[in-house]
């Protein structure tokens, strides 16, 4: 049997994602959590530009995927990452209609095929399932993390006296944890290590970016503020701020990114209440100049 070309595995993988988002919640809440799943991670895995979702005429299909052949010429390796990536922000943003076996129902509907085919791109289905019955099991423990007497529960099974040493992923940002048996103990993402570290002794978690006075370029405000104002497409956002295509994506990624801006289904974007609260105080500070 020939081997799959990377756009036919990412299709096969996109689709039966929207299979089992789609179970669990329903079939708008997929097609955008799927949807702007791809726009984020465009950012760092740019050939998803490729992708596209619903733009062709009506078929039978309720979630129609196209996607360029020009991907098969990319990495394997890079696919792969690529198709990690998806699974687990998919799984992520459904959070507790996620449950136990979304990994299991993604196997069942992407096919055996398709499961031995992602292999060969170095995922680990199984590592990604225990890593998500670990996190539902952890967050379980931490809704119950006090017991009848108010004191605290251990919710790692194990404590630092427990770590002989550990190790980093080379190319991730995951660090394992063993004991002095070498057993693996823990997965750590560094990421979200670091992100709560800082936000908790910065002070600053939560805070909007307009309560941490940060200053837009003037391209980046006159894209909220025209977003604010009126509807409109790609190219005419970029033709009325005189710039690129790539320019404006370059733009709208740094707003996301800032949470300014966040995707309301695949090819819609919309203000968060930080961008509203921005501009309102912007605007403010111009009428009382």
């Not at 052949?69 to 992520?92: K, M």
């Not at 952890?138 to 119950?144: A, L, P, S, V």
Request: charged share 30%; proline share 1%; net charge negative.
């Amino acid at each position: 049997m020939d081997q799959l070309h990377s756009s036919e595995l990412l299709k096969a993988t996109l689709k039966a994602l929207y299979t089992v988002a789609g179970r669990r919640t329903s079939d708008k809440f997929a097609d955008e959590s799927i949807g702007a799943t791809i726009k984020t991670l465009e950012s760092k895995f740019e050939f998803l530009k490729h992708v596209r979702i619903n733009e062709e005429e009506p078929t039978d299909e309720a979630f129609n995927v196209n996607i360029s052949s020009t991907v098969d010429s990319i990495d394997p390796a890079r696919i792969g990452r690529a198709i990690e990536s998806i699974i687990r922000v998919v799984y992520e943003d459904l959070d507790e209609e996620a449950g136990l076996f979304f990994i299991t129902e993604f196997k069942k509907y992407v096919g055996e095929r398709v499961v031995t085919e992602i292999m060969k791109y170095q995922i680990d289905l199984d590592q990604l399932q225990f890593e998500q019955h670990f996190a539902y099991r952890r967050k379980k423990q931490k809704e119950g993390a006090k017991d009848g007497r108010g004191s605290a529960v251990n919710q790692l099974g194990y404590t630092w006296n427990n770590v002989a040493s550990w190790t980093h992923e080379p190319g991730t940002t995951y660090c394992v944890l063993y004991d002095e048996s070498g057993k693996e103990l823990d997965r750590l993402d560094l990421d979200r290590i670091i992100q709560s570290y800082v936000s908790r002794l910065s002070g600053y978690a939560g805070k909007d970016p307009s309560e941490l006075e940060i200053e837009l370029y003037e391209k980046e405000y006159e894209l909220l503020e025209m977003m604010y104002s009126r509807d409109m497409d790609a190219e005419t956002a970029a033709a009325l701020l005189h710039i690129t295509t790539d320019q404006l994506n370059d733009i709208i990624r740094k707003l996301a990114h800032m949470e300014m801006i966040h995707y309301a289904s695949y090819d819609t974007l919309e203000l968060t209440d930080s961008a509203l609260n921005y501009i309102s105080k912007k605007q403010e500070k111009k009428k009382n100049v």
